[in-house]
């Protein structure tokens, strides 16, 4: 059964930063590539960030480029999100997902598994 497991969200004030976790199980790892979505009240999921498999290769939303960077540790098993710089409007619930697709994606439609999420606010 795969799982994902996300942590390290909290309040922080406005030009903050945080660091979130993501710890997978059940899958192999390396052969997928990873991703960060988030999603606000009253607002559809987004994506934020993803890590091809190797982590040689991210793309950011342009709404976080700059301020956030995605990484993984195959050997840990863990992807991270770095994030700096925040804003209040990067208050929202975020969720680490997985997809065996090749080709990046922004479409969660096409990420097959997903955690529970971490909820992230940041005060102005």
């Not at 390290?8 to 903050?16: I, K, S, W, Y």
């Not at 950011?60 to 956030?68: I, L, N, P, Y």
């Not at 195959?74 to 697709?101: F, R, W």
Request: aromatic residues 12%.
């Amino acid at each position: 059964q795969v799982q994902l497991v996300e942590s390290g969200g909290g309040l922080v004030q406005a030009g903050g930063s945080l660091r979130l976790f993501c710890a997978a199980s059940g899958l192999t790892f390396s052969v997928y590539r990873m991703g960060w979505f988030r999603q606000a009240p009253g607002k559809e999921r987004e994506f934020v960030a993803s890590i091809s498999r190797s982590g040689g290769i991210t793309y950011s939303a342009d709404s976080v480029k700059g301020r956030f960077t995605i990484s993984r540790d195959n050997a840990k098993i863990t992807v991270y999100l770095q994030m700096n710089s925040l804003k209040p409007e990067d208050t929202a619930h975020y969720y680490c997902a997985a997809t065996g697709a090749a080709a990046q994606t922004t479409l969660s439609r096409r990420w097959e598994y997903w955690g529970q999420g971490t909820q992230v606010t940041v005060s102005s």
